[in-house]
């Protein structure tokens, strides 16, 4: 899964995946803010890392 976001710096982007998991976090899994978390999720497992 790519995700291309010109819009935003990278710092940005940290922080809306961070919200999402933050939002996420403090609902219930049938809650469409738990589906913003799994899908941020998978955008940082997706980030390649050194």
Excluded: K, W, Y
Excluded at 32 to 44: G, I, K, M, N, Q
Aim: glycine letters at 4%.
């Amino acid at each position: 899964m790519t995700c291309r976001i010109p819009a935003l710096t990278a710092d940005q982007f940290v922080i809306l995946v961070n919200g999402a998991l933050a939002i996420g976090a403090t609902r219930s899994h049938t809650h469409p803010a738990a589906v913003a978390r799994r899908v941020a999720e998978r955008l940082l497992d997706d980030i390649p890392r050194p």
